[in-house]
């Protein structure tokens, strides 16, 4: 029998795989074989966010791509991540990216800055000791943050 997590890297990979479908959540509720209610909690538990909110990313991400290695009109890349109109999308790539995809168009993709993101402490690695260590079972936990 499959893990709940087994089941949520399921539905991860069908809307990865069904990006431009619209999502039906309770074909992907029976996936994770469990209730509606329980699959949104379920999912945004596992993610850190919710379904709706994943796939979103998902499309930014791939227009990201769109604007960095095609020659598609800003429009036309808008409507392939589900905006009706570039404002809406423009609005949306720039609060996920901190650039307007203009920005990125022209000038390439740019990650935040250290002082953008302060995830950056030059303290915190200037020690490193290089050590070996057996080899151990690990656990893995994506996460979800900012593109630094």
Request: net charge positive; aromatic share 8%.
């Amino acid at each position: 029998m499959a893990s709940q997590q087994q089941r949520i890297n399921t539905v991860k990979r069908q809307v990865e795989q069904t990006l431009d479908s619209q999502l039906d959540i309770d074909q992907l509720a029976a996936l994770a074989c469990v209730s509606r209610f329980h699959f949104c909690r379920l999912f945004h538990a596992y993610v850190g966010e919710s379904i709706y909110a994943y796939r979103k990313r998902l499309l930014l991400e791939r227009s990201l791509n769109h604007l960095r290695f095609s020659q598609q009109s800003l429009v036309d890349i808008a409507n392939q991540s589900g905006y009706q109109n570039q404002a809406s999308f423009n609005k949306a790539f720039k609060q996920q990216f901190e650039q307007t995809p203009l920005q990125v168009r022209n000038q390439g993709w740019l990650p935040p800055s250290p002082e953008q993101s302060n995830k950056l402490n030059p303290q915190a690695v200037s020690q490193v000791e290089v050590i070996d260590l057996a080899p151990q079972a690990a656990l893995c936990s994506p996460e979800r943050g900012p593109y630094a």
